[in-house]
């Protein structure tokens, strides 16, 4: 379904005239599945992802 979907976007964005597609991800999953359609990675940024611990005293 993913591919469908991926191809069908692809055709859209050549009736409408663009020469070129860029994806993003978060999933490293993601990755693999672009990359086996011919996509090929330009890029990478390094997230450090905010982590926030919260607390309350459960006898209150």
Do not use: P
């Not at 490293?28 to 390094?46: M, N, P, S, W």
Request: charged residues 25%; proline residues 0%.
């Amino acid at each position: 379904m993913g591919g469908k979907l991926l191809l069908q976007a692809e055709a859209t964005a050549i009736k409408m005239g663009a020469k070129k597609a860029l994806l993003t991800t978060y999933d490293f999953q993601a990755r693999t599945f672009d990359e086996a359609r011919g996509y090929l990675v330009v890029g990478e940024i390094k997230i450090i992802r905010l982590e926030v611990a919260i607390s309350r005293w459960l006898n209150s």
